[in-house]
C-alpha cells in the first residue's frame, strides 16, 4: 500500500528537477568580478504572502463555513506553496485537503507545483503526491491544473480557475470553478470513481483595501455518479445552492 | 480634477499636509547663510555631511526619513568647476549607507556603489570622498544603499562653471522631484510581487468597456479587450508605483504646503529641475510661461523653447523662465499616469497661489509600445480616455505635438538607427541569443520591431495640443571636437516579466549575469532595446553618453535616458576611467530587482 506513495512522489519531484533549467547561479551576497565588495542589490530575496480568497459562510438548506487559502514563501524561481481548504458542517469537516508544493516557473506565465498533498478532515485521511501546473491563460483567466497518486494506489485530478471582472477600480466581480476526479471509489471518503464533485461560485467583493475586501455571493456545489448517491446515502443532498457572505484577505 | 479615481478619504493623503514636509521644512539652516529657495547650500574645498535618521511628517503620519543633513532634500552641495573638493560622509544611520554623485565623472573608488566601489559606509563610520571636479551643471547625489533613496536620501549638486553658461538668468531655484510613501518601501517591493497592479487604479473596468463601446462601436472594443487579453497584457501599465501610495513633492514639500519661490516681474529665472523621485516619471509645466530648456543632465544643449517636459528619474533639465506678470505661476509636474502631482509656485510675494490646471487623462499604451511598430494608421487603441482626441487636438492647433512626430519618425528614424548599429560588430551584453528569450518566464514580451522614438514625447503627452520636448531636440552646445566613433556595439534587451513583476536585462537579474567588459580606452556603443511596455532611465556611472538622436556632432551628452517601451536607442562614450561603473534602470525597486550590470572598464 505503501509502495505508490513512494514510487509517485520520486516521479513527480524527479520531473520538476527534469524539466527546470539548471541555473548556473552565482552565490547570492558573495563577492564576484561584477561585484568585488559584495552584491550592490538584493535581486533575489524572499517573500511571502497568505492569500485567503474564500473565507465565507455558506447559508442554505445548511450552513456552512468554508475556507481556502494559499501561501508562498520564495523567490522567483523558488517557492514552497501551502494550500489549505476545507468546509466545516453541523460539526463536520469535509474537503480538508492540504497541500505543500515546490513552484517554479516553467514559462512567462506558467509554474509547475509538486509536492504533496494531505486529506486531513473528519473523514479517514488520505495521502498523495502532487504534481500539476498553475499559471494565468489568455485574457487573464487563473488555472491550474493538478494530479494525484495516492498511497493506495489511486489517482485524482483537480481542476481550478477564476477570473476577475472589475466592476469598477474597487468593486469586484470573481466567478470561480473547481472539480475534482478519482480514478476509484473511496467509500470511507464519500467518493465515487469519475468526476466526483464541483464547486462553483460568484462572488462580488468591494476592495475596502486590496489586502481587505469583504464580499457576498452565491455557491453551487454538486456531486456526481456515486458521489451523489454516496452523499444522499448518508442522508445529505447531492447539490446545494448557497448564499455566501465572507472576505478575501491577504497579508 | 477630472479624473478623480480613488476615495475622497484620499485627498488630504494626495495632497499632503499643508505644513508638512513637517520638521524638514523648518530644520533651522545652519548658520552658512546661504540658502536656495529655503534649500541650507554648503560649499568650500571641505564639507561634512552627517546621514541620519528623521522624523517627518508628509501625510499626517509621522514617519521616519533616512535624511542628509537633517533635512530632506538634503543641503544643496555648491561647489566649482575645477575645484577639488574633499567631503567627509558621517553615517548615522542604523544600517550601511553610501552616498554616489550621479553624473559626475571622477575616479571610480569615489563613485559610492556599495559592491562594486567600496564596502559602503558601516554605521558609525565616516568616509571621506576627494575628487576633482572636471564638469559643470546640475547634478544630484543620492544613496546607493538599499532603499534609502525612497526614503529621502538625496539632494543637489551643483557645479558652477569656469566659463560662465551661455546663457543669462537673474535668479534661480532647485526644484526636486520626489515621491514619498508612508509605507515601508519593502512592503511596496512585498505588494508588487503578490500583486503587480496593486497601485493601479486606473484599470479597465465595465466602466471603460461601456464608454469605449459607445465611442468605437462593441465590435472594435471587444477586439481590442481580446487583443490584450490574449497577450495578457494591461494597457493601463504606466507606473508601477503611484499616487495610490505617493504623494509627489517638490522640494520636500507636498501640494498643500506649497513651495514657493520669489521673483520680480520680468526677471529671468533658471529653474534647476531635479527628479529625484524613486518611481515616478513626471510631466512639468508651468500654465502660461513659456519654458526655455538650456541644459539637460548637466550639459548645456542650444536653447528650446517648449510648454512642457517629461522628466525621467534621474534625468534633470535646467530651464529658464521670464515671468512677467505680478501674479503667482504653478508649477505643475503630474505623474506620468495622472494618479497625482507635485505642485510649487512662482510668485511675486509670498502667499500667493495659482490656480491648479487638472491633470490629463490617464494615458494607455499602444502596439507600438509592444515594439511592434508604429501601427498608429490602425490603431484599435482609444480606451477609456481622449488621447485619441487629443491627438487631433495636437494637429489642428499645429503644435510640436503629433505633426511634427510623423515628420521625426519618417526621418530622424532611420538616420538613427543606420548611424546607431551600422557596420561596428556587436554582441550581447549577457552572452545570450536574444531569440532564447521567447517564453523566457521572466520576459513577457520581445520587441519585434523596436523603434526610434526619440521624435516623440512619450505615453500621455504627443498631441496633447501643448509643446512637448523631445529628445530628438536636444544639441549639444559645444559640438564634438572628435566625434565618436565606436568600434563594437553592446546590446542590452531591457525585459521583465509584469506579472511575476522581475526586471532585468537579457531576461536575467544582476546576481545571474557576468560583468559587461569594455576596455579602457575603448569608444563602445551600447544599444538599447526597451522589450518591455514600460519606460526605464537607464543610468551608466562614470560617463556621460552621446545620445544618437541625430544631431550629427552636436548630440547630447547624457548620463541617464529614459527609454521608452518599444524603442531602441544607441548610446556612445569613450572609456576613459577605469573600475567597476554601475549600469542600472534608475527605477529603484527594477534596480534592486536586478535590472543592474557592473561595466567593467579596464
Not at chain 1, 2 to 25: C, D, N
Not at chain 2, 45 to 71: F, K, Q, S, W
Not at chain 2, 452 to 480: F, H, I, W
Request: overall charge negative; glycine content about 10%.
Amino acid at each position: 500500500m505503501k509502495r505508490s506513495l513512494f514510487a509517485t512522489l520520486p516521479f513527480g519531484l524527479v520531473l520538476l528537477m527534469v524539466v527546470s533549467p539548471v541555473q548556473a547561479q552565482m552565490t547570492m551576497g558573495g563577492p564576484s568580478d561584477a561585484a568585488p565588495f559584495g552584491a550592490p542589490v538584493d535581486d533575489a530575496p524572499v517573500f511571502y504572502h497568505l492569500l485567503f480568497d474564500q473565507l465565507e459562510g455558506r447559508f442554505g438548506r445548511d450552513a456552512g463555513f468554508r475556507w481556502e487559502g494559499e501561501g508562498w514563501a520564495g523567490t522567483d524561481m523558488n517557492r514552497v506553496v501551502l494550500k489549505t481548504e476545507g468546509t466545516v458542517s453541523n460539526g463536520v469537516m469535509e474537503e480538508g485537503y492540504q497541500q505543500l508544493l515546490y513552484a517554479r516557473p516553467i514559462s512567462t506565465y506558467f509554474n509547475l507545483q509538486g509536492g504533496l498533498r494531505y486529506d486531513l478532515d473528519s473523514a479517514p485521511g488520505r495521502g498523495w503526491a502532487a504534481f500539476g501546473i498553475e499559471g494565468l491563460a489568455p485574457l487573464f483567466f487563473h488555472v491550474s491544473a493538478t494530479g494525484y497518486a495516492s498511497d493506495q494506489g489511486h489517482w485524482a485530478a483537480r481542476l481550478e480557475g477564476n477570473y476577475d471582472l472589475m466592476l469598477t477600480q474597487t468593486l469586484i466581480l470573481q466567478p470561480q470553478l473547481e472539480m475534482n476526479f478519482y480514478s476509484k471509489d473511496d467509500p470511507s471518503r464519500a467518493l465515487g470513481a469519475g468526476l466526483s464533485d464541483l464547486d462553483t461560485g460568484l462572488r462580488l467583493r468591494y476592495e475596502i483595501t486590496r489586502k481587505f475586501a469583504p464580499y457576498i455571493g452565491v455557491t453551487y456545489e454538486t456531486k456526481f455518479g456515486d458521489t451523489a448517491r454516496l452523499a444522499r446515502l448518508a442522508g445529505g443532498h447531492a447539490s446545494d445552492l448557497r448564499f455566501s457572505a465572507g472576505l478575501r484577505i491577504w497579508f | 480634477m477630472s479624473h478623480q479615481i480613488v476615495p475622497p478619504t484620499r485627498r488630504r493623503f494626495v495632497q499632503g499636509l499643508a505644513a508638512a514636509g513637517g520638521l524638514a521644512a523648518v530644520t533651522p539652516v545652519a548658520a552658512r547663510g546661504e540658502a536656495i529657495g529655503g534649500i541650507p547650500v554648503l560649499s568650500g574645498a571641505r564639507i561634512d555631511l552627517t546621514l541620519a535618521e528623521m522624523p517627518v511628517n508628509i501625510t499626517g503620519r509621522r514617519r521616519i526619513a533616512t535624511a542628509i543633513n537633517n533635512a530632506m532634500p538634503g543641503p544643496i552641495l555648491r561647489l566649482r568647476e575645477g575645484d577639488d573638493v574633499t567631503i567627509n560622509v558621517t553615517n548615522r544611520l542604523k544600517e550601511t549607507s553610501s552616498i554616489h554623485w550621479h553624473g559626475v565623472k571622477l575616479p571610480n573608488a569615489m563613485d559610492g556603489v556599495p559592491g562594486l566601489t567600496f564596502a559602503g559606509i558601516p554605521p558609525g563610520e565616516t568616509f571621506t570622498y576627494h575628487f576633482p571636479i572636471v564638469q559643470s551643471g546640475t547634478y544630484w547625489y543620492h544613496s546607493h544603499s538599499g532603499m534609502q533613496e525612497q526614503t529621502g536620501f538625496f539632494a543637489p549638486l551643483i557645479f558652477d562653471p569656469k566659463k560662465p553658461d551661455p546663457f543669462h538668468y537673474d535668479r534661480e531655484y532647485v526644484v526636486v522631484l520626489s515621491d514619498w510613501t508612508d509605507e515601508d518601501p519593502m512592503a511596496v517591493l512585498s505588494n508588487l510581487k503578490q500583486q503587480s497592479d496593486y497601485y493601479n487604479y486606473h484599470r479597465r473596468t465595465l466602466g471603460t468597456f461601456i464608454n469605449d463601446a459607445g465611442k468605437n462601436g462593441l465590435g472594435a472594443t471587444i477586439q481590442d479587450r481580446l487583443m490584450w487579453g490574449k497577450m495578457r497584457m494591461s494597457p493601463t501599465d504606466i507606473m508601477d508605483v503611484t499616487g495610490a501610495t505617493y504623494t509627489f513633492l517638490v522640494n520636500g514639500q507636498p501640494p498643500a504646503a506649497n513651495w514657493t519661490a520669489l521673483f520680480q516681474s520680468g526677471e529671468r529665472i533658471r529653474l534647476r529641475f531635479i527628479n529625484s523621485a524613486a518611481m515616478t516619471t513626471f510631466d512639468v509645466r508651468i500654465p502660461s510661461l513659456p519654458l526655455t530648456i538650456v541644459q539637460a543632465d548637466g550639459t548645456n544643449v542650444e536653447p528650446v523653447e517648449t510648454d512642457e517636459f517629461r522628466i525621467g528619474v534621474a534625468e534633470t533639465y535646467d530651464v529658464i523662465v521670464q515671468p512677467t506678470e505680478d501674479r503667482a505661476y504653478t508649477i505643475f509636474a503630474q505623474a506620468q499616469d495622472r494618479s497625482g502631482y507635485a505642485r510649487a509656485t512662482l510668485a511675486t510675494r509670498p502667499g500667493l497661489s495659482g490656480a491648479i490646471p487638472s491633470m490629463d487623462p490617464p494615458p494607455l499604451r499602444t502596439m507600438a509600445d509592444m515594439g511592434m511598430g508604429d501601427m498608429s494608421g490602425m490603431n484599435m487603441q482609444s480606451g477609456g480616455d481622449s488621447s485619441e482626441m487629443s491627438n487631433m487636438a495636437g494637429m489642428d492647433h499645429g503644435h510640436a505635438g503629433a505633426a511634427d512626430k510623423s515628420a521625426d519618425m519618417s526621418g530622424m528614424s532611420m538616420q538613427g538607427m543606420e548611424h546607431g548599429t551600422s557596420a561596428v560588430p556587436t554582441t550581447n551584453a549577457t552572452g545570450i541569443d536574444p531569440g532564447s528569450l521567447a517564453g523566457h518566464p521572466m520576459v513577457d514580451n520581445i520587441a519585434m520591431m523596436p523603434m526610434d522614438r526619440q521624435g516623440e514625447a512619450g505615453t500621455g503627452l504627443d498631441g496633447n495640443g501643448r509643446r512637448v520636448l523631445r529628445y530628438s531636440q536636444l544639441k549639444a552646445v559645444e559640438p564634438e571636437e572628435y566625434p565618436l566613433e565606436a568600434t563594437r556595439a553592446i546590446e542590452f534587451h531591457l525585459t521583465g516579466n509584469m506579472e511575476r513583476w522581475t526586471w532585468g536585462f537579457d531576461g536575467k537579474r544582476f546576481s545571474e549575469a557576468p560583468p559587461v567588459a569594455v576596455k579602457l580606452g575603448e569608444t563602445v556603443r551600447f544599444i538599447l532595446i526597451n522589450d518591455t511596455m514600460m519606460e526605464h532611465p537607464i543610468h551608466l556611472h562614470g560617463f556621460l553618453f552621446r545620445v544618437e538622436n541625430g544631431q550629427g556632432n552636436r548630440q547630447p551628452l547624457k548620463h541617464t535616458i529614459n527609454v521608452k517601451p518599444g524603442e531602441k536607442v544607441g548610446l556612445v562614450y569613450t572609456a576613459d576611467t577605469p573600475g567597476r561603473w554601475a549600469f542600472h534602470c534608475h527605477l529603484m525597486y527594477h534596480m534592486e530587482m536586478g535590472m543592474f550590470r557592473t561595466v567593467v572598464v579596464a
